[in-house]
């Protein structure tokens, strides 16, 4: 433990003697000075014993003392050394009444107590306090080390909260607390979540501090700029040196378990796009053989497929950028960000999941009904809200419920979802909104505009000479089915004018109206126009 004025009273070969302040002599002394200055504040730190022999004071002064000792105690000195058999034979009592009004400890020093000898005591005990800082340092490395070998981050977190008698808590990429020690910690750590997201904001490595019903240090993890999970040790006050080599080194364990899991992961990815290729392509009983324990709970339940695409208004990440959030600003596209999302959520549900990137899109397989697609279904109406549609950062698509033999019509549902998503400016459609809905709404795009726009041309041309209304006949024979009488009533005319405006259209777009698919296209591309 680090020297005290008590320790050095009861140092056998000092032979103190407290002549004032008996009752703080529990203070820490961090340094032993002697100074004879009538005022040496200026070249006090604060915590010091300061040892003199009254050369230059006038120590049986009381008014004179009263001003010393005040300008000693609210400069931090802990104590006074007084040494007798100098310029005094005893301690004045002009001083010693002096240091028990200001409460400050007053120590006589014997004449054959050399002030070197007690700065020597001094010293030693802070180089011994110190060396068993290091080496409980060293001994907690050890033991962090041991449990993480042993029990992964989860024994990592339990030994951490025993060293530095707290709790610790471990975070995602995504800021949810994946693992606490002790049990009680979860919650504690869980109203942590917003303090967290703002530390992944600032570049690695980063710290906080949070002063509240405990002390919590707040720590990134990752060797990119950017954070992959972070760290949270709660204490009541604020660590020792031992403590401290303690969270040191659980930060460079988290650090390594995590960039090993960035390797494991990208491995996992191989086999990940081997399986899905397998399952595209017909052939489940391959994919579950390569799949192994690693995604077989997949493959054996009812899953959907996601797909995710950048859309061109999204930022690239620049090649050594770490995953991150996009929205807190950092170097990290939407679909790292969309990947860590679906993956953490699975982590945390202890659910598999598939995540295959390619190229500007991203190939998911979840569970149906499960924690990864209802965090995509949030994490999709968060982006909504931020407005990143409107900047096409990203764009998903969710098809019905497959399984390994229909996996391939799944791909095509999400492929088709993700269309749609895109030509309406939206962030999100599910394949079974398109089966419930409405397809005129799959109209409001530009490409079917513009062949409504051309095939109905004539007719507008023909209607802007004042020579008849082709179009709005045209509009109301079909929608009756083709039936003259009923047509003609709505338009208020004659069924043999309404016959002769049907014989005009067929004439000036070169097109029969008995054949199904002209009929068709017709009354689309008049849908197609009245929607723009």
Known sequence: MPPTLASLVHHSALKLVVRAGEDKLGVQVRWA????????????????????????????????????????????????????????????????????????????????TPFIAISKAVSAAIAADQYRAVTDGFAAQRELTRQTLAAGPEGLLTALAAQVDGWAALYDAAGAVVAAAPEWAWRRAARLTVDVARLRERPAPASSVIDGEDRVELHSLGTGRRPRAALAVGTAAAPGTAERYAVHSAIALLTLTTERSRSLRAAEQRIGAAVLRMLLAGEPDHARAVAGDLYAGLLDAPFRVVVAQRGPGARVP???????????????????????????????????????????????????????????????????????????????????????????????????????????????????????????????????????????????????????????????????????????????????????????????????????????????????????
């Open 33 to 112: 000075h002697v100074s004879e200055l009538p005022d040496p504040v200026e070249y006090l730190e604060g915590g010091e014993l300061l040892l003199v022999t009254a050369l230059k004071l006038d120590a049986e002064d009381p008014a004179a003392m009263r001003r010393y000792v005040r300008r000693l105690a609210e400069a931090g000195v802990v104590g006074l050394g007084f040494a007798v058999g100098v310029n005094y034979e005893d301690v004045p009592e002009a001083l010693v009444q002096a240091a028990r009004d200001e409460g400050l400890p007053l120590l006589e020093v014997p004449r054959r």
């Open 318 to 532: 620049a090649p050594e950028a770490a995953p991150s959030r996009v929205r807190a600003g950092d170097d990290e596209g939407p679909l790292e960000e969309f990947a860590e999302v679906l993956e953490s959520a699975a982590a945390r549900a202890g659910e598999p999941v598939l995540v295959v990137p390619e190229g500007e899109r991203l190939v998911a397989v979840a569970v149906d009904g499960g924690a990864a697609l209802a965090e995509t279904v949030e994490y999709a109406a968060e982006v909504e809200a931020d407005g990143s549609a409107q900047g096409n950062d990203l764009v998903i698509g969710l098809s019905g419920p497959a399984g390994p033999s229909t996996a391939a019509t799944g791909r095509t549902q999400a492929e088709q979802s993700l269309s749609v998503a895109r030509r309406r400016g939206r962030v999100f459609v599910e394949h079974d909104q398109l089966a419930s809905g409405s397809v005129l709404p799959l109209l409001a795009d530009d490409a079917v505009r513009a062949f409504s726009d051309g095939l109905l041309r004539a007719l507008h041309e023909h209607d802007a000479t004042g020579r008849g209304d082709l179009v709005a006949s045209l509009r109301a024979w079909l929608s009756r089915h083709g039936q003259w009488d009923a047509a003609a009533a709505d338009l208020g005319v004659h069924r043999h004018t309404l016959r002769y405006r049907m014989r005009r259209v067929e004439e000036i777009l070169g097109r029969s109206l008995d054949d199904p698919d002209v009929r068709m296209e017709l009354w689309l591309a008049l849908k197609a126009t009245s929607t723009s």
